[in-house]
């Protein structure tokens, strides 16, 4: 670690990471017996080259991960949360129980996402534990810093590919609210022509969505038609705004086969009504929190839904964004957890290798591969 403080325990991690790429080697299903089909020309767009679909088969893709944000935006998050939460508690709802405040470091611990060293090891584990590609889902109303992302892909030899676009409300600039849907249009046309972008996302709504996220969501339907890039969402917990999100992006132009609807695993629903409606429109379904040890319910929708047929329209991730999810912290976690946690829940209900496959490697390379319109920065 180059004498980063963090050093400690690097040696413990490393016998870690490797004992887990083993188990990672049973978890990553082996492959379908037909291989999925792209269009002439498509790339998957990383940071430092584009690659054929076909080029990235030999592991598992995680459309939806956080490698870099800002310091402090997860605090934000969780204060607009809570804010959000009380504002839409019922009239006559007893108030929620108190909660003890935890006690404030007098030293902020540092940010994780700000960490070059530590987050090249937790790419370089990903990559031992089965993982060929990964998605960041930021961009700079996050506080996503491309040249973070750059360093730990070259770092750890995983590819990344970056996004563009805006987040939800309270991340919005402040000027947005006055933007018409041209200006919009032309700040995201602004990010990718700045950079190798391969993907819009993550796009969302905060709860129900706003009048501007309206807006941003009818510019961003706009780009992907000047680009082809493909569309990832955030649906507001749990699950808000996915019907009308999709809505939106449908009457701008876009094919919904070019879109994941995001945050559908907090949608706990057994009978899983709005995620079988996302995928009889031919949308993606994305199970994007997973990994944990309170999922199985997740695991339980994502089975029936691969009963009724419906595998070709999952994608999972972990969307990590917390120091405890890290291996570096957890050895049970890392951004390889969707693969090496969910997944074995998913198979233990009765998936099988050739669908589980499908769902981890070719769904995702299916949904990131796209035919450009826009030549590759340099």
């Given amino acids: 670690m180059r004498g980063h403080p963090h050093s400690a325990g690097r040696t413990r991690r490393e016998t870690l990471g490797l004992l887990a790429a083993g188990a990672a080697a049973a978890a990553l299903p082996g492959p379908a017996q037909a291989a999925p089909a792209f269009p002439k020309g498509a790339v998957i767009r990383t940071l430092f080259k584009d690659y054929a679909p076909e080029d990235l088969a030999g592991g598992a893709t995680l459309f939806h991960e956080h490698m870099s944000l800002r310091d402090g935006f997860m605090v934000d998050w969780m204060r607009y949360a809570g804010e959000t939460r009380a504002a839409n508690r019922a009239p006559n709802a007893p108030p929620p129980p108190a909660r003890p405040s935890p006690a404030t470091p007098a030293t902020p611990p540092p940010n994780f996402l700000e960490d070059v060293d530590l987050m090249s090891d937790e790419m370089s584990i990903a990559k031992k534990e089965g993982i060929a590609c990964i998605v960041d889902a930021g961009h700079p109303d996050m506080g996503r810093d491309i040249n973070f992302l750059r360093k730990i892909s070259k770092n750890s030899g995983l590819p990344i590919v970056a996004s563009a676009g805006f987040y939800t409300q309270p991340f919005y600039p402040k000027e947005l609210s006055s933007w018409s849907e041209d200006q919009v249009f032309e700040a995201i046309m602004k990010q990718v022509r700045a950079d190798p972008i391969g993907a819009l996302g993550e796009i969302g709504s905060w709860d129900y969505i706003s009048k501007d996220e309206r807006k941003v969501f009818r510019a961003v339907g706009r780009v992907h038609l000047a680009t082809n890039l493909p569309i990832f969402t955030h649906t507001g917990i ?141």
């Fill in 238 to 378: 749990p699950g808000k705004s996915a019907l009308e999100q999709l809505d939106i992006l449908e009457d701008a132009g876009v094919d919904p086969k070019r879109v994941v609807i995001g945050h559908l695993g907090n949608l706990n629903d057994p009978n899983t009504e709005i995620q079988r409606a996302i995928i009889r429109r031919g949308a993606f379904v994305g199970f994007d929190r997973q990994g944990g040890a309170n999922d199985d319910p997740v695991a339980a929708m994502a089975m029936s839904l691969i009963d009724a047929g419906y595998a070709d329209n999952l994608m999972f991730s972990a969307d990590i964004s917390s120091p405890r999810e890290i291996k570096r912290n957890n050895p049970d976690g890392g951004y390889a957890k969707a693969l090496t946690v969910f997944v074995p829940k998913v198979k233990k209900l009765g998936a099988s290798d050739e669908v589980l496959h499908k769902i981890m490697v070719d769904n995702p390379r299916r949904f990131l591969a796209f035919v450009p319109k826009i030549k590759r920065k340099a």
